[in-house]
């Protein structure tokens, strides 16, 4: 399956499959000042990721478990 965006702003687009045009995910991020929150839903509207900014400490919530970002989403060598 290959997906598209709606949008170039990834942090609020629609994905979609390329072959059928039907939805996939939603990623919607509000805009405000400080922390924000990034969360994707599927299809259906369910949440199934949560992505919030800390300093030092991004986690992300991935289908109802939480995991800092260093860890969810590990660089590889010295120069990430």
């Not at 994905?15 to 991020?29: E, K, L, N, P, Q």
């Not at 405000?32 to 030092?56: E, L, N, P, S």
Request: hydrophobic letters at 35%; a positive charge.
């Amino acid at each position: 399956m290959k997906l598209r965006t709606l949008s170039k702003n990834i942090c609020d687009t629609v994905f979609i499959d390329d072959a059928t045009g039907a939805v996939m995910y939603r990623v919607t991020t509000p805009r405000k000042c400080g922390k924000r929150t990034t969360t994707m839903y599927d299809a259906q509207g369910h949440v199934i990721a949560v992505y919030q900014r800390r300093w030092g400490r991004d986690r992300v919530t991935f289908h109802g478990h939480m995991y800092l970002l260093r860890e969810w989403l590990p660089k590889k060598g010295w120069s990430g």
